[in-house]
């Protein structure tokens, strides 16, 4: 009964005051907006969203695919997080010109550095089409037919719906396939870098910070949107002019307090908020620790060599980042999961919800919900382990293999699809690959290979590993395809896929490395993958079945659909926690923080010397609050990944932060929220406008911004 009780408490408190949630915006009428009155918000919701006239949704956009932007003057000034930009800082750094060491200002527009294949994306409206979405769906009975109407109808719907010609339309789904939702989208690709931090001050704390609090981090970086004359989206050209919005974001001056309200506006990524209790523990016990495991000697191999050489440093900066951030955040998962209780509250909840089913009389429609979840869960653990191990190993943290898969993919192609195609991926491989050798260091990832395929020999299910790999020396196998195979240098591929298509295959086929990779892979294509995504299928039609389940037994719930990369909105407040017993943290940050970690050398702690100065000095202008600098502050909001870059929004509407993490005490809100420690790190928008004016002195940028005083009105 404690377990119910706690369920029970956990769902008064959602209905009374909010606590975890990421909302469609156009769908915020009632419930919602009520909500978000009772909690101090000024704004209505049509201020939030509105078709017709300018709102927040038009200040925005979606950056690059994988993280939120805002749209901060009337120039198309636009602010994100430093580790957003992070790899357009970095491939304009060289080590003359190290923008990641120093920083970079434009203190004049032509002075902005174009970004190739940068984007951002605006929303123009929302609306519901799961009607069209799914006619022709319900009548039939194979999944994998359900799934290819669906897919047909949605290509046709994008295809015919109206637009104008420069948008988009893009149809997504919610509810685990329960409703659809179309979007239409502008978007806008000669998007310029305009100033940086250097990363003293964007990354301060890097990695040993990640996920912490408190925190000290001026994550953010600024970038403008440039469009044509029209004011329409277009490729880059000189003669572009600087974006008109159709809304900005007025700056506040007046900072936070404990329980002011925030409302956090962005482009969340994924989370699985639904999941049952089988899928949970699978994930904390079983997934998640390999994972650690395997990101974890990369980056010890990364690491070492990136602070004795700063070359290398350069080149892995964005990689090492990227790898860390999700090494980090399923560590902090795995802990609050068990710490939380989730699996065990999870399995009382659907006690309950078993319940509901016999009450309801719907046990022929959903009685063996449960129990199949925990039939293909258990079928599908090895596969899943595999199929995490090959991902982990071949495609993402050792770069020879990872090249070494596209070329088994291109092999793949013409074997599938023919000359033509084969030649068109060749060529693009060529063109593309050309930046990833740029930050390729063979020496580094030979030692991460010996690393890794140690763990693939020896923790990945035995019954899906090649031959090769049956009691392996490592280390001369990584000598023997580190000296030989012609992956290592961007010369050596471009000699490998020289010729006629089969001079090609041949060459691939003589070479070591590549035929290392072959074998993975054919092994993985052959006996994981299939099985893996023939019961995936099956978990994938339950979980829409269960989510409909939901959707009807709860009616009248707060039940908010899953992340999946569209505009939501997450509201809350200001407010501190209590991580551990004794231990209570306040929900600000100070400079103060910065200078009692500062390490004099220290590429996580250094603290450039202009910083110290102003420090020293009190030298804050407008942005300091009582002889103080604040830098960092803390909310309930529900954010995931993709939240990178989102903008805090006060009652009012005007920017207070700029979202860049969370709490590691609450990662796990991914699966299963707790609103006693989830919470989501901001940077202080005053702050911000401290190191633009006061550090690099960018009064052009200052002169840009509309900055107001919503407090005291």
């Excluded at 599938?416 to 690959?433: A, C, P, V, Y």
């Excluded at 030989?484 to 086929?509: F, P, W």
Aim: proline residues 4%; charged residues 25%.
């Amino acid at each position: 009964m404690k377990f119910f009780k706690l369920i029970l408490l956990l769902f008064v408190i959602q209905t009374q005051a909010q606590q975890g949630g990421m909302w469609i915006p156009s769908l915020l009428n009632g419930m919602n907006e009520k909500e978000m009155k009772d909690l101090g918000m000024k704004m209505s919701v049509k201020d939030i969203y509105d078709v017709n006239q300018s709102s927040l949704k038009d200040a925005v956009p979606h950056f690059n695919g994988g993280c939120t932007s805002e749209v901060i003057s009337p120039k198309g000034l636009i602010l994100t997080n430093h580790h957003c930009g992070f790899s357009q800082i970095q491939s304009h750094s060289t080590v003359d010109h190290d923008y990641l060491t120093d920083g970079f200002w434009a203190y004049k527009m032509e002075d902005e550095l174009p970004n190739e294949n940068l984007k951002v994306t605006f929303i123009v409206k929302i609306e519901d089409v799961t009607t069209a979405v799914l006619e022709g769906v319900t009548s039939l009975t194979s999944e994998l037919e359900k799934q290819k109407k669906i897919q047909e109808n949605i290509t046709s719907l994008t295809n015919s719906l109206p637009k104008e010609n420069w948008q988009e339309n893009k149809i997504r789904t919610f509810y685990e396939g329960n409703q659809y939702m179309l979007f239409v989208t502008e978007t806008f690709t000669d998007v310029r870098l305009v100033g940086a931090p250097p990363s003293s001050v964007g990354k301060f704390g890097s990695d040993t910070d990640n996920w912490v609090w408190p925190r000290h981090t001026g994550d953010f970086s600024l970038f403008r949107i440039y469009a044509d004359k029209n004011n329409r989206p277009a490729a880059y050209s000189k003669d572009n002019v600087p974006y008109t919005p159709k809304h900005f974001l007025p700056i506040s001056l007046d900072g936070v307090a404990q329980d002011d309200f925030t409302l956090v506006f962005g482009y969340p990524g994924k989370t699985n908020e639904y999941l049952p209790a089988v899928a949970i523990e699978q994930i904390a016990k079983e997934l998640n620790p390999a994972k650690i495991e395997i990101r974890d000697k990369a980056l010890k191999v990364a690491d070492s060599f990136m602070r004795k050489d700063n070359a290398i440093k350069i080149q892995y900066a964005a990689k090492y980042a990227r790898i860390a951030n999700y090494w980090k955040k399923w560590i902090g998962e795995t802990q609050g999961l068990k710490k939380s209780n989730a699996v065990a509250i999870k399995r009382e909840s659907e006690k309950a919800f078993q319940q509901k089913i016999v009450k309801a009389g719907k046990e022929n429609e959903y009685g063996t919900l449960l129990a199949d979840f925990e039939k293909n869960y258990a079928e599908i653990a090895p596969y899943a382990s595999a199929r995490d191990y090959f991902t982990e190993v071949v495609q993402v943290n050792t770069e020879l293999l990872s090249v070494g898969y596209k070329l088994y993919q291109l092999e793949q192609v013409y074997k599938t699809k023919g000359e033509q195609s084969f030649t068109d991926r060749k060529n693009n491989l060529i063109t593309g690959l050309n930046d990833f050798y740029k930050d390729f260091n063979a020496t580094v990832d030979e030692k991460v290979f010996e690393q890794l395929i140690e763990l693939y020999a020896t923790k990945s299910p035995k019954q899906f590993l090649p031959q090769s790999l049956t009691n392996v020396d490592t280390k001369n196998l990584a000598t023997a395809i580190y000296s030989k195979s012609k992956l290592l240098n961007y010369a050596g591929l471009k000699e490998l896929l020289t010729g006629d298509t089969q001079t090609v295959l041949t060459n691939l086929n003589n070479d070591n490395g590549f035929l290392f990779v072959k074998e993975l892979a054919d092994k993985y294509l052959k006996e994981v993958a299939p099985k893996y995504d023939e019961i995936n299928l099956k978990i994938t039609a339950l979980q829409r079945t269960y989510m409909k389940a939901q959707l009807e037994l709860n009616k009248g719930s707060r039940i908010f659909p899953d992340a999946n990369s569209t505009l939501r909105i997450t509201y809350g407040k200001v407010k501190g926690y209590e991580p551990k017993d004794g231990i209570i943290y306040s929900p600000i940050t100070y400079l103060d923080g910065v200078m009692e970690k500062y390490i004099p050398g220290d590429y996580e702690f250094d603290i450039p010397a202009k910083l110290i100065d102003l420090y020293k000095t009190k030298d804050y202008g407008i942005y300091g609050e009582k002889g103080k600098m604040p830098v960092c502050f803390i909310g309930t909001n529900h954010t995931t990944g993709g939240n990178s870059g989102s903008p805090a929004i006060d009652s009012k509407g005007n920017l207070i932060g700029l979202n860049f993490d969370r709490v590691w005490e609450g990662t796990m809100s991914d699966i299963y929220y707790d609103p006693s420690i989830c919470r989501n790190i901001m940077v202080d928008a005053r702050y911000i406008l401290f190191i633009i004016d006061k550090y690099a002195g960018a009064k052009n940028l200052i002169n840009e911004l509309k900055l107001v005083h919503p407090k005291k009105k």
